[in-house]
């Protein structure tokens, strides 16, 4: 099993947080590029923020110094902290690894309401 498993997501107000988890089998966390991307209704999937095994990040413009990701090797897990949440954060967020090709998870839904 290669695709990511996701958990988390919800309904917050702006201004609160939540967190997402993203799992992988054990073989391919350890190798494997992991992040997580959004799509908000009407607009292209855009990159959110991105690991490497080695655990070089980058972010979105939009969600630098609000939004942290990380990885626990213990846990075969990536997560995604996300504060400060605004209205436009809301968007349906995937996670994605890189094995031989992009690999995607199911999606979970993000609302912030104003």
Not at 9 to 28: D, E, H, N, Y
Not at 33 to 41: I, L, V
Not at 79 to 88: I, T
């Amino acid at each position: 099993q290669v695709q990511p498993v996701e958990s988390g997501g919800g309904l917050v107000q702006s201004g609160g947080s939540l967190r997402l988890s993203c799992a992988a089998s054990g073989s391919i966390f350890s190798i494997s590029p992991m992040g997580w991307y959004r799509q908000a209704p009407g607009k292209q999937r855009e990159l959110v923020a991105r690991i490497s095994s080695g655990g070089i990040i980058s972010y979105a413009d939009s969600v630098k110094g609000r939004f942290t990701i990380s990885r626990d090797s213990a846990k075969n897990t990536v997560y995604l902290q996300m504060n400060s949440l605004k209205p436009e954060d809301t968007a349906v967020y995937y996670c994605w690894l890189f094995y031989g090709g992009d690999y995607w998870g199911q999606g979970t839904q993000v609302t912030v309401s104003s």
